[in-house]
């Protein structure tokens, strides 16, 4: 039946064959090879020693910086990837309002983070540990402290100014996926729901705007999930690598760690197989509450 199927359609298979094969060679094969290789002991010079869910176990019970990654991971995640999330999609929609103009400008200001690339760098100079840093040159200069505080270096401040600078760069691709799909929308859905009995701007966005954005809602959880769990770039920037008792340590930065450092490239996988399960699992769970909206 299939068979039958793909020779009537044979003209359709043929054009999506390129993407396929692209997509299947680096995405798919990659992340089955990475499952594969994280139940070895492999170090890039010997042929792999298989040693099964070895790795998963010491991961787990035996790795107390693993551990200590976790908990920032989800942490990072629990607290920039909600709050970045409605940040994009509310300011989209308040930009929205505006002329279009304005409205360019406007994108263009909230975007600039995102799109400067290392532009979190300005960030070290406001939070540097001496008193030529801004903060502490502030509070010094009104007796607010008495010595400049260790801000980068004292593990009880590193979390914080990670998660704040993290979500001062949120503003990036969902954010535009949001203003497209409201620039996108069906100006009669709104005049076909005022007939039916939507009376204020809320039910319209209950109702009406989050229901026909569902994609771009999809799309942008997706990017904001990724980077809330893949965070590692800001983190060594800001606290070092590795981080004062491992207070800004992510699983990324362990997978680098191993990866990069130690070329323990089973351990390594077993890794990026955990973080992939993360990722995948919260990937579902916002999948399913988006079919909820409207209803």
Same mark, same amino acid.
């Given at each position: 039946? *299939? &068979?039958?199927?793909?020779?009537?359609?044979?003209?359709? #298979?043929?054009?999506?064959?390129?993407?396929?094969?692209?997509?299947?060679?680096?995405?798919?094969?990659?992340?089955?090879?990475?499952?594969?290789?994280?139940?070895?002991?492999?170090?890039?010079?010997?042929?792999?020693?298989?040693?099964g869910?070895? +790795?998963?176990?010491?991961?787990?019970?035996?790795?107390d910086?693993?551990?200590i990654?976790?908990?920032?991971?989800?942490?990072?995640?629990?607290?920039?990837?909600?709050?970045?999330?409605?940040?994009?999609?509310? =300011?989209?929609?308040?930009?929205?309002?505006? !002329?279009?103009? @304005?409205?360019?400008?406007?994108? @263009?200001?909230? #975007?600039?983070?995102?799109?400067?690339?290392?532009?979190?760098?300005v960030?070290?100079?406001?939070?540097? +540990?001496?008193? #030529? /840093? #801004?903060?502490?040159?502030?509070?010094l200069?009104?007796?607010?402290?008495l010595?400049?505080? *260790? &801000? *980068?270096?004292?593990?009880?401040?590193?979390?914080?100014?990670?998660?704040?600078?993290? =979500?001062?760069?949120?503003?990036?691709?969902?954010?535009?996926?949001?203003?497209?799909?409201?620039?996108?929308?069906?100006?009669? @859905?709104?005049?076909? /729901?005022?007939?039916?009995?939507?009376? +204020?701007?809320?039910?319209? @966005?209950?109702?009406?705007?989050?229901?026909?954005?569902?994609?771009?809602?999809?799309?942008?959880?997706?990017?904001?999930?990724?980077?809330?769990?893949?965070?590692?770039?800001v983190?060594?920037? =800001?606290?070092g690598?590795?981080?004062?008792?491992?207070?800004?340590?992510?699983?990324?930065?362990?997978?680098?760690?191993?990866? !990069?450092?130690?070329?323990?490239? /089973?351990?390594?996988?077993?890794?990026a197989?955990?973080?992939?399960?993360?990722?995948?699992?919260?990937?579902?769970?916002v999948?399913?509450?988006?079919?909820?909206?409207?209803?």
């Amino acid at each position: 039946m *299939l &068979w039958k199927e793909i020779k009537q359609s044979k003209a359709l #298979y043929a054009m999506i064959a390129p993407y396929f094969i692209i997509f299947f060679t680096f995405t798919v094969l990659p992340v089955v090879l990475s499952l594969l290789v994280s139940l070895t002991n492999f170090n890039m010079l010997e042929f792999p020693e298989w040693v099964g869910w070895r +790795n998963y176990a010491h991961l787990f019970v035996r790795d107390d910086v693993f551990l200590i990654a976790l908990k920032n991971t989800l942490l990072f995640a629990a607290v920039t990837g909600p709050i970045s999330y409605i940040a994009c999609f509310v =300011l989209a929609w308040v930009i929205n309002e505006l !002329s279009a103009k @304005l409205r360019a400008f406007a994108t @263009l200001v909230f #975007y600039a983070p995102a799109l400067s690339g290392s532009a979190y760098i300005v960030w070290t100079l406001l939070f540097s +540990n001496d008193s #030529y /840093g #801004y903060i502490n040159a502030f509070l010094l200069k009104w007796k607010l402290i008495l010595e400049p505080i *260790l &801000w *980068l270096k004292d593990p009880q401040y590193i979390m914080t100014i990670i998660i704040v600078v993290q =979500l001062w760069l949120s503003l990036g691709t969902s954010f535009l996926a949001f203003i497209a799909g409201l620039q996108s929308l069906d100006k009669t @859905l709104f005049e076909a /729901g005022s007939i039916d009995g939507i009376r +204020n701007r809320w039910q319209e @966005l209950w109702y009406i705007t989050l229901p026909s954005m569902r994609p771009m809602l999809l799309f942008g959880a997706v990017i904001q999930i990724t980077a809330s769990f893949a965070v590692a770039e800001v983190a060594v920037a =800001l606290a070092g690598f590795p981080s004062v008792q491992y207070a800004g340590h992510t699983i990324v930065t362990h997978l680098m760690d191993y990866g !990069s450092i130690r070329f323990e490239m /089973g351990y390594a996988s077993a890794i990026a197989t955990v973080l992939f399960a993360m990722m995948l699992g919260s990937n579902l769970i916002v999948r399913k509450a988006l079919t909820k909206v409207g209803e």
